[in-house]
């Protein structure tokens, strides 16, 4: 598993810089978005302390800063992800094309047309989607619980405590998807090579 995974990021290569910026703009977005609602719960407090009208305007503006820089960094994010996501999908057919050059009759006729195809093909997409969710969901997503852990019991109050029951329900729920659906995937990918075939035939 780790020699193939060490093939696989080989592929990467010149958008090597963009697959390190993506999460550290994600991470930025996800800070600001864990704050927004802190100040929001303070510009209440503020109103209902019976402040004046230059304390809301000054926290509005905050506000809307905060909310177009998550913006940006976001739309940068799904920039540099779809970019790096891309050329490393371009790059792995590639070496995948060239790899295949150097197989024997014998090893192609092990594999079969249909099933290079399929490799090179959908295969490829996935993995590129796997790429471009693991530089950008898989970092939104636990910075995302993380923060919002701190800020939910620094706001205080018993809701804070419903994140201890839920997360763990929902990560057995999301383990029994995974282990359930798995199985359907090689099934799929054996129709894929099926179809594949059938089209050459013709």
Do not use: H
């Not at 704050?35 to 503006?61: H, M, Q, R, W």
């Not at 940068?76 to 009759?105: E, P, V, W």
């Not at 090893?107 to 093909?121: P, V, W, Y």
């Amino acid at each position: 598993m780790v020699n193939i995974i060490r093939e696989l990021t080989r592929s990467i290569r010149e958008y090597k810089k963009l697959s390190i910026i993506t999460p550290i703009l994600i991470s930025m977005e996800v800070v600001i978005e864990c704050i927004i609602p802190f100040i929001t719960a303070t510009l209440v407090n503020e109103i209902k302390s019976g402040c004046d009208l230059n304390t809301i305007i000054k926290y509005g503006i905050i506000l809307i800063i905060m909310a177009f820089l998550s913006l940006t960094f976001g739309g940068i994010a799904g920039s540099t992800s779809a970019t790096a996501a891309c050329g490393y999908a371009k790059n792995l057919r590639k070496d995948m094309f060239y790899s295949i050059q150097n197989y024997s009759f014998e090893n192609i006729d092990k594999f079969s047309a249909s099933s290079l195809i399929t490799r090179m093909t959908t295969d490829v997409t996935n993995v590129q989607n796997a790429y471009m969710m693991l530089i950008r969901v898989a970092i939104r997503s636990p910075l995302m619980l993380i923060f919002a852990f701190v800020m939910a019991f620094v706001m205080g109050g018993r809701m804070a405590w419903i994140f201890l029951v839920v997360v763990p329900i929902l990560a057995i729920g999301l383990g029994v998807v995974i282990y359930k659906t798995f199985p359907l995937f090689r099934k799929v990918f054996k129709k894929y090579d099926a179809l594949n075939s059938g089209f050459m035939s013709i």
